[in-house]
């Protein structure tokens, strides 16, 4: 079974331009989740959808972050413009159903960002 | 406010040798504790889950304990390997909506040499 396929795998930008990540679940799973990991941190929740729903973004900075997930199944995260404080790993994960607590979410690789 | 906390943040061990990794707690009501080892470079991948009735579980050389009293857990690993070197992370699942919030520890990076 192919897992989550994160794309790009590393990213080089200068504050305030802008950059997007994409992400491929594993296929029919209906949960994705967008997480930011700082170094030396735990990840940290941006976005969660089920199927093309948002279902929690409370922790999404929307002032500069989007994301999308248009046909249930691949999904986008924008950041525009970025701060040097978003410099991170951008993890995304996906899980067969949608109770976050007890259903095991699978990761990809992730994102590593770094903003000059 | 719910908080996980894992010690040591960093830890140095020889090959063979056993180690423990601590998860302290506050999340409540608690619904179950994860941990997730992950390698440098790659995404987290989980090890165990417990919940409350649970206060242990092992999977291979890994043997987490809970004790939901003091809202502690650990991660013993036996007889290390070099490819145990990674990050562990503590997620306890709980809070105001139960089913709902994950809380992730900042982890311990763990460093197994030859």
């Known amino acids: 079974e192919a897992g989550v396929a994160q794309s790009p795998r590393y990213k080089i930008i200068e504050k305030r331009q802008s950059v997007a990540f994409w992400c491929n679940p594993i296929?029919?799973?209906?949960?994705l989740y967008w997480y930011q990991q700082i170094l030396g941190q735990g990840p940290k929740l941006l976005i969660q959808?089920?199927?093309?729903?948002?279902?929690?973004d409370s922790q999404l900075p929307k002032d500069r972050f989007s994301a999308e997930r248009l046909k249930g199944v691949d999904s986008t995260l924008k950041i525009q413009p970025a701060k040097l404080e978003d410099s991170a790993v951008y993890l995304c994960?996906?899980?067969?159903?949608?109770?976050?607590?007890?259903?095991?979410?699978?990761f990809g690789p992730g994102t590593r960002l770094t903003v000059l | 406010k719910n908080q996980v906390e894992q010690s040591p943040q960093s830890l140095i061990i020889l090959e063979g040798k056993n180690c423990t990794l601590q998860?302290?707690?506050?999340?409540?009501?608690?619904?179950?504790l994860r941990w997730y080892k992950q390698d440098t470079g790659r995404g987290p991948v989980s090890l165990t889950i417990m919940t409350f009735s649970e206060n242990t579980k092992s999977n291979g050389r890994y043997t987490a304990t809970l004790d939901a009293d003091t809202k502690q857990s650990s991660l013993h690993i036996t007889a290390s390997q070099l490819s145990d070197s990674a990050s562990y992370i503590c997620?306890?699942?709980?809070?105001?909506?139960?089913?709902?919030?994950?809380?992730f520890g900042g982890g311990t990076r763990l460093m197994v040499k030859p």
């Open positions: 998860c302290n707690y506050t999340v409540s009501p608690f619904s179950n």
């Open positions: 994960a996906s899980s067969f159903r949608t109770e976050r607590s007890t259903d095991t979410q699978y």
């Open positions: 296929s029919g799973h209906a949960t």
């Open positions: 997620v306890v699942s709980g809070g105001h909506n139960a089913g709902n919030m994950l809380t």
């Open positions: 959808f089920q199927n093309n729903g948002v279902v929690d």
